[in-house]
C-alpha cells in the first residue's frame, strides 16, 4: 500500500460524521474535536454589505474578495488575520463588527509572497514575506509603518510574537536559523542554525508561544518538533519521519492549548496531529479531500483563548473552524 493510502485509512479511522458535522474521535470514545465552519469569503462570517455599497457595485460592478491560496493564520480575541499568497495579501475577518478589511499594495510596499502574520500588544500587525524577505510593519488599521529585515533574512517565513518579552521571532527557513528582532525592526539575536542535533535546525517554518513563554518549532526537514525555554534554550524535541499516526511527512503549522497539548499541521498528511507536553500522540484528525474536516495541503494553524481551532486549508482555498470540546464542557487546564 502506497504511503497516501497508509496516511488516508489512519486519519479517516478517527472521525466520525454527527448531526452537526464530523467529531473526533469516534464512540465510544468522548469527542475532543468538533468541526465548527468554513470560511473562504466575508459572507460564511456573516459579513453583509451596506447599501451604498451595493448601490456602488450596481454602478460600477464588483469583484467579490475570497480566499485564494490562504497560507499563514493568526487571532488577536476579536480578529482573524489570514495571509494570501495567491491574492497578495493580507485580510482581516472582524466578526464583531461584521467587517472584512484587505492589506494589499500602495505606493509604500508591496507583496509578493506573504507567508505570515501575527500581532503585538498594541495590535500592531507583522507580515512576513519569503520573496522580498521583509517584515512588513503596519499600525491596527492596516496603515504602513516600516518594513525591516531585508539585509540579514535569507527566507524570511513565519513569525511569532514574545509577548512576555515584547519581541519578534522570524524563521529565517533558508538560513536554518531563528531571527530575533525588537518590535520597532532591530535585529537582537538568533535561535539555533542548521543541523540535526539538538537545537539545530533543517528548513524550519512555522512557530508558537505557550503562555509560559516556551517556544515550539516545526523543525520541518528533520520532522520533528523542537521546544526552546523562555530564554531561548533547548529544551526538548521529539518526532521523526514516518507514514503512521504519531510521526511526520512535512510538519508546518503549531499551536499550543491551554493544557500545553501540541497541534501539528503536517501538509503531506493533510491532517493535525495531537500530542501532549511530553509529544506522546492524543489524537489525530484529517485527511486528503474536500469536505468538512477534510484538508488539501493545509499549511499553519492558530488556538484562540476559547478554544477555537482555525486552519488554513490552503489548496481547498478556505479557513476550516474547529472546537476544542474540554473548553467548552469546563475542562481545566
Do not use: C
Not at 447599501?51 to 482573524?80: M, N
Not at 514574545?162 to 527557513?173: A, F, G, Q
Not at 533558508?174 to 542548521?194: H, M, N, Q, R, W
Amino acid at each position: 500500500m502506497k504511503k497516501a493510502a497508509i496516511t488516508a485509512v489512519l486519519f479517516m479511522a478517527v472521525s466520525l460524521t454527527a448531526q452537526s458535522g464530523p467529531v473526533w474521535p469516534q464512540p465510544p470514545e468522548k469527542a475532543r474535536i468538533a468541526y465548527v465552519k468554513s470560511i473562504s469569503n466575508a459572507q460564511d462570517l456573516g459579513i453583509k454589505k451596506g447599501f451604498f455599497a451595493k448601490l456602488w457595485d450596481f454602478i460600477a460592478g464588483s469583484e467579490e474578495k475570497k480566499l485564494i491560496k490562504p497560507f499563514g493564520v493568526h487571532h488577536d480575541g476579536s480578529r482573524l488575520y489570514v495571509t494570501d499568497i495567491g491574492a497578495r495579501a493580507v485580510f482581516i475577518f472582524d466578526e464583531k463588527r461584521k467587517s472584512l478589511k484587505s492589506i494589499e499594495h500602495s505606493t509604500r510596499f508591496r507583496f509578493l509572497s506573504p507567508i505570515d502574520v501575527v500581532t503585538d500588544r498594541d495590535r500592531n500587525i507583522y507580515v512576513t514575506d519569503s520573496t522580498l524577505n521583509y517584515v512588513y510593519k503596519f499600525n491596527r488599521n492596516g496603515k504602513f509603518i516600516k518594513k525591516f529585515g531585508n539585509d540579514i533574512l535569507k527566507r524570511a517565513t513565519a513569525i511569532s510574537y514574545n509577548e512576555k518579552k515584547n519581541l519578534l521571532v522570524v524563521t529565517d527557513t533558508l538560513a536554518g536559523d531563528l531571527k530575533i528582532f525588537s518590535t520597532e525592526g532591530k535585529f537582537v539575536g538568533f535561535i539555533g542554525k542548521p543541523g540535526t542535533k539538538e537545537g539545530e535546525f533543517n528548513r524550519p517554518t512555522f512557530t508558537a508561544y505557550d503562555d509560559e513563554g516556551y517556544l515550539y518549532v516545526s523543525d520541518t526537514l528533520n520532522h520533528r518538533v523542537e521546544i526552546f525555554d523562555p530564554e531561548g534554550k533547548f529544551y526538548k524535541s521529539f518526532g521523526k519521519l514516518g507514514n503512521t499516526v504519531g510521526t511526520f511527512s512535512n510538519p508546518r503549522g503549531i499551536a499550543v492549548d491551554k493544557n500545553r497539548n501540541i497541534y501539528v499541521v503536517d501538509t503531506l498528511f493533510h491532517s493535525v496531529q495531537i500530542f501532549n507536553e511530553n509529544g506522546d500522540i492524543l489524537l489525530a484528525f484529517g485527511t486528503y479531500g474536500k469536505n468538512s474536516g477534510e484538508f488539501a495541503v493545509p499549511e499553519d494553524i492558530t488556538i484562540t483563548k476559547d478554544g477555537k481551532i482555525y486552519i488554513t486549508d490552503s489548496y481547498n482555498m478556505r479557513i476550516q473552524v474547529f472546537q476544542i470540546l474540554d473548553y467548552v464542557q469546563g475542562g481545566k487546564k
